[in-house]
């Protein structure tokens, strides 16, 4: 859904008229804040699979840092893979990288490890290998991409609607005071169950991650 698709969809559940946009007046705006913090809420509750995504990056002899374009300091790096020698990298700790860079006095070589390591100029986060590779590979880095706020009445949201919709409608009532015959708190419950729904679903596509095998 448009963000001006979901404030409308909560104004509706106040009995408010519809806007053309988002920014059509001082309430529509503070409904649009209220999007924004239900998509936010409901984006950090999950891995979800709509948020999931490949970025490729290809090596530079002799350079070990990489920026992660779209990858804020929210986001989740689920797994690093070497396309070129097909193998997973595994992560370490920026301290030992660190360290062993020192040590190695930052020889090139086969990458060993990836760990995280800040943000660019332009908040992007930055993956670090150790060693720095000695020849151009392919390295595949899948996570978990979580998005900017909504500002444009066109900007959309991959999110499951049904959550946001309804954590929003429960921060609108909540500010609002009085609901016609239903609670903040009441609408809270709906959507806490309609969250846990939707993550359940999304889980089913990746029971590995959720199952427990001892």
């Known amino acids: 859904m448009t963000y001006l698709e979901l404030v409308n969809s909560v104004l509706r559940r106040l009995r408010e008229d519809e806007v053309t946009t988002v920014s059509e007046s001082d309430y529509s705006r503070l409904i649009g804040d209220f999007v924004n913090d239900a998509k936010r809420l409901v984006e950090d509750s999950w891995d979800w699979t709509a948020l999931r995504e490949t970025v490729d990056i290809t090596t530079i002899v002799g350079q070990s840092s990489y920026s992660l374009t779209g990858y804020s300091t929210k986001s989740k790096i689920l797994t ?26 930052n020889a090139s070589g086969s990458i060993q490890y990836y760990t995280l390591d800040g943000v660019d ?71 806490k169950e309609d969250l846990t729904n939707a993550i359940s679903q999304d889980a089913s596509q990746h029971p590995e991650e959720t199952i427990w095998y001892s």
């Open 121 to 191: 100029s332009n908040n992007d986060m930055q993956i670090r290998f150790y060693m720095p590779p000695n020849a151009e590979q392919t390295i595949t880095v899948y996570g978990v991409k979580r998005t900017n706020e909504l500002s444009l009445d066109t900007d959309t949201t991959s999110l499951p609607s049904a959550p946001v919709v309804q954590w929003a409608y429960s921060y609108a009532l909540r500010e609002r005071g009085e609901t016609g015959g239903q609670s903040a708190a009441e609408q809270a419950v709906f959507a």
């Open 80 to 105: 690093v893979h070497n396309e070129t020698t097909n193998q997973v990298i595994p992560l370490e700790s920026l301290t030992r990288v660190r360290r062993l860079a020192l040590q190695s006095d």
